[in-house]
T-cell receptor, first 113, second 110 residues
Framework: SAVISQKPSRDICQRGTSLTIQCQVD?????MFWYRQQPGQSLTLIAT?????????ESGFVIDKFPISRPNLTFSTLTVSNLSPEDSSIYLC??????????FGDGTRLSIL | DAKTTQPNSMESNEEEPVHLPCNHS???????IHWYRQLPSQGPEYVIH???SNVNNRMASLAIAEDRKSSTLILHRATLRDAAVYYCILGLFGNEKLTFGTGTRLTIIP
């Protein structure tokens, strides 16, 4: 099964700044997914990132706020821009595969001052 | 997406079996039933999945009703490490997004 490393594991940021979260996988994968988990809530999909194409965003999430890069088959970044207290959440990446379950990183815990 | 309904919380004694129910009356013919769990301070982890037949693996068993409108995740002998939020999810299996519901928070009593 894929091993996923997310960085940073946690951060505290000032309002109005941005944070870029990295997701590294130990094998090549076609699709990577980015989720948000607000305090005490379940996971919500932000976007699906395919290598070589623009990410596909879910309703309620826009590229200007959550730009995603996918430069190769083992790496992706999610940037959370213009941070506000409402962005305080855990951000998780996951990877799947044909006839494979999804594997998740342990998430990035983001707090906004 | 088809919706699932799970109890918000359940408790079980350590070393006893646990049956976690999930209702999915609007399941489509191509929907797999997936179970993931999220331990404290970790990302979700895959537990088991099935389509029509009951399934067993080293972690758990999945019992699927004949009409597929409900299923039950069975942990045969609960340990403290099984305390987690368990999510029942419908969808295709593989390179597909997952739609998480609210899940069942399982508490294990020593």
């Amino acid at each position: 099964s894929a091993v996923i490393s997310q960085k940073p594991s946690r951060d505290i940021c000032q309002r109005g700044t941005s944070l870029t979260i990295q997701c590294q996988v130990d094998s090549q994968v076609t699709m990577m997914f980015w989720y948000r988990q607000q305090p005490g809530q379940s996971l919500t999909l932000i976007a699906t990132a395919n290598q070589g194409s623009e990410a596909t965003y879910e309703s309620g999430f826009v590229i200007d706020k959550f730009p995603i890069s996918r430069p190769n088959l083992t790496f992706s970044t999610l940037t959370v821009s213009n941070l506000s207290p409402e962005d305080s959440s855990i951000y998780l990446c996951s990877v799947g595969g044909a006839q494979q379950p999804q594997h998740f990183g342990d998430g990035t815990r983001l707090s906004i001052l | 997406d088809a919706k699932t309904t799970q109890p918000n919380s359940m408790e079980s004694n350590e070393e006893e079996p646990v049956h976690l129910p999930c209702n999915h009356s609007t399941i489509s013919g191509t929907d797999y039933i997936h179970w993931y769990r999220q331990l404290p301070s970790q990302g979700p982890e895959y537990v088991i999945h099935g389509l029509t037949s009951n399934v067993n693996n080293r972690m758990a068993s999945l019992a699927i009703a004949e009409d597929r409108k409900s299923s039950t995740l069975i942990l045969h002998r609960a340990t403290l490490r099984d305390a987690a939020v368990y999510y029942c999810i419908l969808g295709l299996f593989g390179n597909e997004k997952l739609t998480f519901g609210t899940g069942t928070r399982l508490t294990i009593i020593p």
